[in-house]
């Protein structure tokens, strides 16, 4: 690791020492977090779009961005997801597909957390099997009309500028929609027991009408959101790390006080056991998050290594802290530690970005040459 990728992990360290720590649990709780705020200072420390160039984004490493995902998700999960869905969905999703004029437009706003931006793939009827979405884009004169629902869409409630991926005569097209635009509208779904310090919604196209400009030239077919989504999911193969050391951490300093027949917690062979194995999946997770850092910063890393990261390090990190709840008996359920909220976030990390079986069967066609999703 290079001193750039500490310093930056030790900003965002301290940040979420400082900023999240103290109030990540009454967040959670009332089920409320200020993006707004957040946004504004997360873009003040350069984590706003940090892996990509130009824009006034920072051009960091992948390995950076990774480290500071982990550090990120040590907080909450929530808050890695507000940054994920920012840097890697939607503003690389402009980056990488968008005009000049898009990218001038949004990308400096979106790095300085001045803009929110939301990313719009999943529906009701199709969240594994994007490829069949029902949302429609069709042209009227040099207009674009979309109509269509977008589900469980991070930010998309409070976002400036949502990313929403349709379908067109020419396949499935982007296109960059800001909320203000008449016929759009995002209700936030409630009553969540995962990802309670995030804002999740459905996003309504009710016959939005978009200039020509609107549309995200680069990107043609499906390949153009699976593209994004590997951005996001390889900030997961880190993150992921990250809640799973949080809970550990935790637990050590628990078990370490809690006197049980006479003794100590950690004094136990059985918790021996388990603090030695987590510790053990925590660092196999680790060299695996460093190595696909290291193929990605030369470029050369594949979508299918990318899901084997994501698939391992949410497994043992989900199996982490459930792992840590049981040495908490009965304190783990609660809100003092940190242990359950992060259980309970992993429930969603293991689902979105790609569901353990999809990465099981994306593993598995890249073995076999056989695609057994349908
Ligand atoms: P398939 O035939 O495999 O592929 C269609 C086209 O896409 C290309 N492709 C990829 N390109 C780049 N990266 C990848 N990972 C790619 N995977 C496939 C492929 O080469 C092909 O290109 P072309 O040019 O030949 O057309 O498509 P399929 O319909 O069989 O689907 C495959 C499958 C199931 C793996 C895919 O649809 C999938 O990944 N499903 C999961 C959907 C998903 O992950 N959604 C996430 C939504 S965003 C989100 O959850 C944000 S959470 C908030 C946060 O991050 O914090
Ligand atoms: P389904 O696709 O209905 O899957 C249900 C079950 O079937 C799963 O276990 C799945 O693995 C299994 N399954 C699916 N296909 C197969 C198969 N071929 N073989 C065997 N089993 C299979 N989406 C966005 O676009 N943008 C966002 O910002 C976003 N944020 C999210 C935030 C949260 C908190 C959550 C929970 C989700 C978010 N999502 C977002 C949606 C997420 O990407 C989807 O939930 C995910 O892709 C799975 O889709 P689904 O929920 O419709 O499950």
């Known amino acids: 690791m290079d001193d750039e990728s500490l310093a930056i992990r030790d900003v965002v360290c301290r940040f979420v020492g400082d900023r999240i720590r103290p109030e990540v649990a009454s967040w959670y709780e009332s089920g409320r977090i200020p993006v707004r705020e957040l946004a504004k200072e997360l873009g003040s420390i350069g984590v706003l779009g940090m892996h990509l ?33 920012q840097g890697s969905l939607a503003m690389y999703a402009i980056w990488k597909h968008g005009s000049e004029e898009q990218k001038q437009e949004w990308l400096p706003r979106m790095a300085a957390g001045d803009a929110i931006g939301c990313f719009g793939l999943t529906e009701p009827d199709y969240g594994s099997d994007p490829g069949g979405m029902r949302t429609r884009a069709r042209r009227d004169g040099d207009d674009w009309i979309l109509t ?4 469980w869409i991070t930010n998309g409630s409070v976002a400036d500028v949502a990313v929403v991926w349709a379908r067109t005569d020419d396949g499935v097209r982007g296109f960059v929609v800001p909320t203000d635009t008449p016929g759009f509208s995002a209700p936030e779904i409630t009553k969540k027991l995962s990802l309670r ?6 996003l309504v196209l009710d016959e939005v009408r978009l200039p020509a400009g609107a549309l995200l030239p680069g990107a043609q077919g499906l390949s153009g959101p699976l593209s994004c989504l590997n951005e996001a999911r390889f900030g997961i193969v880190f993150g ?14 628990y078990a370490g006080q809690r006197e049980i027949f006479d003794k100590p917690l950690s004094a136990f062979q059985l918790t021996q056991a388990k603090l030695a194995d987590m510790t053990l999946e925590l660092g196999k997770g680790m060299l695996l998050a460093l190595h696909l850092g290291k193929l990605k910063d030369d470029g050369s890393v594949a979508p299918e290594q990318i899901s084997l990261g994501k698939l391992n390090n949410v497994r043992e990190a989900i199996a982490i802290a459930r792992e840590c709840r049981t040495v908490l008996g009965a304190a783990g359920i609660t809100l003092e530690h940190p242990v359950m909220r992060h259980a309970n976030n992993l429930e969603s990390v293991l689902t979105y970005e790609g569901t353990s079986e999809v990465h099981q069967l994306t593993i598995g066609r890249a073995l076999t040459g056989h695609a057994a999703f349908r």
């Open 53 to 85: 160039t130009g824009y006034e984004c920072a051009g960091m490493s992948a390995t950076a961005y990774g480290l500071a995902c982990m550090e990120l998700e040590a907080g909450d999960s929530g808050l890695r997801s507000l940054v994920s869905v």
């Open 197 to 202: 310090a995030s804002v999740t919604s459905e």
């Open 240 to 253: 992921a790390l990250g809640a799973a050391r949080d809970c550990l951490d935790a637990t050590l300093n």
């Open 148 to 151: 269509g629902n977008k589900m």
